[in-house]
């Protein structure tokens, strides 16, 4: 998708710039002066020319890109629920939860994971949902190979303390953050 956008526009962006993606991630909140500070232009006219075709290019592409993805899952899968996580799967929600609707499929965004607040540093947010919901399915696939009873105490403390950057991390501090520890600096 990010390639079509650059390739329709032909403003001279690059699909390897950082800002591309981040400024495109932004539309979905309706932030459209995010694509401002994509233009290579130096006058204020052709700084809007240039916002205005990426308005243009843009839902076109995503169009496209809905499509694609659409065909995709057809052919790999017949369907009776989808389970959709990550970045790109939010900046394209309305197109899929519409089309998904109007196939009679429900649709589950993150698996109905939510990263803990406390614990998204970086403002990842639903972009490592997937991410988030395999870790804690691995912590109990642990628990239960290894016979580790929690004792009712959560997955997921309410309280997060960074581990210090040292070779060898604090016992202490891997302990109250919840970790199997069986010695010193493991």
Same mark, same amino acid.
């Given at each position: 998708?990010?390639?079509?956008?650059?390739?329709r526009?032909?403003?001279?962006?690059?699909?390897?710039?950082?800002?591309?993606?981040?400024?495109?991630?932004?539309?979905?909140?309706?932030?459209?002066?995010?694509?401002?500070?994509?233009?290579?232009?130096? /006058?204020?006219?052709?700084?809007?020319?240039?916002?205005?075709?990426?308005? /243009?290019?843009?839902?076109?592409?995503r169009?496209?890109?809905? /499509?694609?993805?659409?065909?995709?899952?057809?052919?790999?899968?017949?369907?009776?629920?989808?389970?959709?996580?990550?970045?790109?799967?939010?900046?394209?929600?309305?197109?899929?939860?519409?089309?998904?609707?109007?196939?009679?499929?429900?649709?589950?965004w993150?698996?109905?994971?939510?990263?803990?607040? =406390?614990?998204?540093?970086?403002?990842?947010?639903?972009?490592?949902?997937?991410?988030?919901?395999?870790?804690i399915?691995?912590?109990?696939?642990?628990?239960?190979?290894?016979?580790?009873?929690?004792? #009712?105490?959560?997955?997921?403390? #309410? =309280? =997060?303390?960074?581990?210090?950057?040292?070779?060898?991390?604090?016992?202490?501090?891997?302990?109250?953050?919840? =970790?199997?520890?069986?010695?010193?600096?493991?």
């Amino acid at each position: 998708m990010v390639h079509q956008f650059v390739e329709r526009t032909a403003v001279g962006l690059s699909k390897d710039d950082l800002r591309l993606i981040s400024a495109l991630a932004e539309t979905t909140n309706n932030n459209f002066d995010a694509l401002r500070f994509l233009s290579r232009k130096t /006058r204020i006219e052709e700084i809007n020319a240039d916002v205005e075709l990426f308005c /243009r290019i843009l839902p076109i592409v995503r169009k496209e890109y809905c /499509r694609a993805l659409w065909r995709w899952l057809r052919n790999i899968a017949l369907m009776d629920e989808i389970l959709v996580c990550g970045g790109t799967a939010s900046f394209v929600r309305q197109e899929l939860t519409e089309h998904f609707d109007g196939e009679g499929i429900p649709i589950c965004w993150n698996g109905g994971m939510e990263l803990p607040k =406390y614990l998204d540093t970086m403002g990842l947010g639903n972009r490592i949902a997937d991410a988030w919901a395999s870790h804690i399915s691995h912590i109990k696939f642990l628990d239960h190979e290894l016979s580790y009873d929690r004792q #009712d105490k959560s997955l997921v403390p #309410d =309280y =997060y303390v960074q581990p210090f950057k040292s070779s060898k991390p604090d016992m202490e501090i891997w302990q109250r953050n919840g =970790y199997i520890t069986t010695s010193l600096g493991i």
